[in-house]
């Protein structure tokens, strides 16, 4: 999990949010969905372009994920995040899309969350799939006094994806104060615990289902 204390340098020129967000929308629509075949499967990506165009015009924090995903022609695969604060789960989602339209059995490409940095007490949530645009929504947070980062409930080992399962693919959490605790995602009762002890945070999740 990467974890930062304080704020560090924010965004503070909206034309440069702005330019950043369609430069990300620009790449998230011209990627490349190549064929694939096998099961439907989710990996970590750390080194992808999304993550390079974040660390490049410093935007923020972006986790992305390869995705293999099979019977296109006969599944969609919906991704979103659910945000959490004061250790409660919010009942609305702060972004996602479903996206199904595909003439190919499988195929391959990208899909994950971005958080940009707004200012200092607002951020740009992006959630983006293969060849769709990112869906994204302006939230206000609380940085002060925080660490946050993210925390992965997936890595570089691929994870298979099992019809109508709703899988938790990491989270982006905020804490109350300038230490946090490492949990793991894959725990139900670890995750309860780690909504209660953070300020806020998302829960980035996907599914795959039947059309």
């Known amino acids: 999990m990467r974890i930062t204390n304080g704020r560090g340098s ?54 992305d994920f390869d995705l293999t995903w099979a019977d296109a022609d006969e599944t969609e695969v919906t991704i979103w995040t659910e945000q959490y604060k004061d250790g409660k789960m919010g009942t609305e989602q702060a972004g996602g899309i479903s996206f199904s339209e595909s003439p190919e059995k499988s195929e391959k490409g990208h899909l994950g969350m971005g958080i940009v940095h707004y200012d200092e007490k607002k951020a740009i949530v992006v959630v983006y799939g293969p060849g769709v645009s990112g869906k994204s929504e302006e939230i206000e ?70 059309k």
């Open 10 to 63: 924010l965004l503070k020129k909206n034309w440069f949010v702005l330019i950043g967000l369609l430069l990300l929308a620009g790449v998230i629509s011209g990627c490349n969905v190549s064929k694939a075949s096998g099961r439907t499967t989710v990996k970590l990506n750390e080194n992808s372009e999304y993550v390079k165009t974040f660390k490049d015009l410093h935007l923020g924090e972006v986790l």
């Open 141 to 210: 947070l609380d940085y002060s006094g925080s660490a946050y980062g993210w925390e992965k409930a997936v890595d570089a080992e691929k994870i298979e994806l099992e019809l109508g399962k709703t899988y938790i693919l990491g989270a982006y959490r905020i804490s109350k104060d300038s230490h946090i605790q490492s949990y793991n995602l894959k725990d139900k009762n670890e995750v309860e615990k780690m909504i209660k002890e953070d300020r806020t945070g998302f829960l980035l999740k996907v599914k795959t289902e039947k």
